[in-house]
């Protein structure tokens, strides 16, 4: 297995660009979510998916869009990208049952000139 | 949502055992305790996660108050490998109105000497 996969590791963009961070994992987790990591911080969640056709907003959610067409993917888009979305993002999946142990993909770090 | 709090940061040599605390006084019947750590440069990974009963595994063991109320992560031997932040979260179960929403805090940064 594995895991989960993050595209890319790194991408620089001009502000108004846009672009999708991909992620893909190969556990047929139902539940999978879009973090962002600003140096010095913790985690903070964007959007996360329970399963296929169904997202919901996480606590910073302005700016990003999602989709769950499929059981492994879950791509984040940025639609015109912002410095402020200057950030490391990292994708995670879990199980729904036995407590939820979360697995992490190794990031994309996104910088926006 | 269930929140945590956890020391800013704590300090320990190698070799030694780490006690690594978890405040959850809101904490609810359905919640699961989990830890992750992350190092430099890297993603979170996971630690361990329990219930009610404490937990052993090959990285670490967890000790859960009688009433829930907090949790202790404990590194038996710390090696400089442990040196990482550690974040305690809580995890509704599944089909819970926010099993989606997981909050991570800011962690608690260990420093391991050698």
């Not at chain 1, 199980?95 to 990031?107: D, I, T």
Request: glycine residues 10%; aromatic residues 8%.
């Amino acid at each position: 297995n594995a895991g989960v996969t993050q595209t890319p590791k790194f991408q620089v963009l001009k502000t108004g660009q846009s672009m999708t961070l991909q992620c893909a994992q190969d556990m047929n987790h139902e539940y999978m979510s879009w973090y962002r990591q600003d140096p010095g911080m913790g985690l903070r969640l964007i959007h996360y998916s329970v399963g296929a056709g169904i997202t919901d907003q996480g606590e910073v959610p302005n700016g990003y869009n999602v989709s769950r067409s499929t059981t492994e993917d879950f791509p984040l888009r940025l639609l015109s990208a912002a410095p402020s979305q200057t950030s490391v993002y990292f994708c995670a999946s879990s199980y729904s049952g036995q407590g939820g142990k979360l697995f992490f993909g190794s990031g994309t770090q996104l910088s926006v000139l | 949502d269930a929140k945590t709090t956890q020391p800013n940061s704590m300090e320990s040599n190698e070799e030694e055992p780490v006690h690594l605390p978890c405040n959850h006084s809101t904490i609810s019947g359905t919640d699961y305790i989990h830890w992750y750590r992350q190092l430099p440069s890297q993603g979170p990974e996971y630690v361990i996660h329990g219930l009610t009963s404490n937990v052993n595994n090959r990285m670490a063991s967890l000790a859960i108050a009688e009433d829930r109320k907090s949790s202790t992560l404990i590194l038996h031997r710390a090696t400089l490998r442990d040196a990482a932040v550690y974040y305690c979260i809580l995890r509704e179960g599944a089909g819970g109105t926010s099993y989606g929403k997981l909050t991570f805090g800011q962690g608690t940064i260990l420093t391991v000497h050698p």
